[in-house]
């Protein structure tokens, strides 16, 4: 049985130097340090921290998400001089990459230090290490004393959250603690790059995009699983469906008129059959879709000249569909070029294959 809790909430502004909120985050690190487990914000989305170097800290985030446990934990570090406790060697070009993108969303799969818990890499030799680019999350960990294994604070399978709010939608009663920082930044989670492979793989896109790592890098591979999925939609109940709103997901992408006409398609036939229909557009189209009134919920997310603001709105407007029971969503494709590519990653998964192109 899941064991119910009270879950504490801090309000907490982004100014770790404000005494108020300081005595707020030396709470919240005293319930990591004692192995409980508390959400908190970072530039991507709210994740769901514990004691990293405690097997049974880490135990409760997976036990709280009702996550798998063959899927391994991001450890969160403060500063530079936390990493040795993390990873056991750095390679060159890691250094590089650190150098130029931390704070930030990036992921780097490094060789596992022995002190890091067997738990959190689910018995793999590599670890995935990052330094969020957000004062409240490094706060917390500096005070807390140990690095911080994070996945996103969402139940498994969900969308990830980026507010305290869908954090508590998922969680209230199931973990010790939320700090609340408001809004999260990126919207989408870090890039996780394999630095140990040759040349460097990305495992799965993020906030820092293949073009960013390749002016650093010159060359960067792209992990072969992730462009298969694209192509093919997979059998129901093969594989696990992530950042998923409870409404059946379909994304079309292709020529301009032609997804218009497959979306109208979709949408009347979903309509006929009694279902409560969405619509998921770009700034670009949605006026267009609102005058159609073929949809009974049309949201925007972002734009297409705007893919930082599609990224940061998306979890929020898949939860939205959600709130308001929408049963049929029909999303417009993004570009895939620099954010675009993780926003399409996160859209596919929640569609769970259902992709059609036209
Ligand atoms: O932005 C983020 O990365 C957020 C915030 C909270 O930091 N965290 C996050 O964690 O997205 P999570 O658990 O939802 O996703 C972690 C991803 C998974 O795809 C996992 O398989 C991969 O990173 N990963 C973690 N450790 C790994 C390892 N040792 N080898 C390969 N993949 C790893
Ligand atoms: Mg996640």
Redesign the pocket.
């Known amino acids: 049985m899941d064991d119910q809790k009270q879950t504490k909430v801090w309000h907490v502004e982004n100014d770790v130097d404000d005494e108020k909120n300081y005595a707020q985050i030396v709470d919240a690190a005293r319930l990591i340090r004692q192995g409980e487990v508390v959400a908190f914000p970072?530039e991507?989305?709210?994740?769901?921290g514990a004691n990293a170097l405690s097997d049974q800290a880490v135990e409760k985030i997976f036990r709280a998400k009702g996550r798998p446990s063959d899927?391994?934990?991001?450890v969160?570090i403060s500063d530079r001089e936390q990493l040795s406790m993390v990873a056991r060697d750095v390679p060159k070009q890691a250094e590089r990459l650190m150098e130029r993108f931390w704070p930030g969303?990036l992921?780097l799969?490094l060789p596992?230090q022995a002190l890091v818990a067997e738990r959190v890499?689910a018995g793999?030799d590599?670890?995935?290490v990052?330094m969020?680019d957000h004062q409240l999350a490094r706060a917390l960990i500096r005070e807390a004393g140990v690095p911080i294994a994070?996945?996103?604070?969402n139940r498994s399978g969900r969308p990830?959250p980026t507010t305290a709010k869908h954090v508590l939608a998922d969680l209230d009663g199931r973990i010790a603690g939320v700090l609340d920082g408001g809004s999260a930044g990126v919207g989408v989670?870090?890039t996780?790059l394999?630095v140990t492979a040759q040349p460097a793989m990305i495992?799965?896109p993020?906030?820092i995009t293949r073009e960013q790592l390749a002016e650093v890098l010159g060359e960067v591979a792209v992990d072969p699983a992730l462009a298969r999925e694209a192509e093919q939609p997979r059998s129901p109940g093969m594989k696990y469906t992530h950042y998923a709103p409870q409404g059946e997901l379909w994304v079309v992408d292709g020529e301009p008129e032609a997804v218009r006409e497959r979306m109208l398609e979709l949408l009347n036939s979903a309509s006929r059959a009694g279902l409560k229909t969405g619509v998921l557009a770009p700034a670009e189209t949605v006026h267009w879709w609102q005058q159609q009134h073929c949809a009974d919920l049309v949201l925007r997310c972002g734009a297409n000249s705007d893919l930082s603001a599609a990224a940061r709105e998306l979890y929020a407007c898949l939860r939205r569909f959600d709130e308001e029971q929408v049963a049929y969503i029909v999303a417009q494709a993004f570009p895939r070029t620099g954010l675009g590519a993780a926003i399409m990653n996160r859209l596919e998964k929640a569609a769970g294959g259902r992709i059609i192109c036209v």
């Not at 991507?44 to 769901?48: A, D, H, I, K, M």
């Open positions: 970072t991507t989305v709210y994740g769901l899927n391994p934990l991001i969160h969303p992921t799969i596992k890499t793999l590599a670890v995935g990052r969020p994070a996945p996103s604070a990830s989670e870090s996780v394999d495992l799965r993020g906030g």
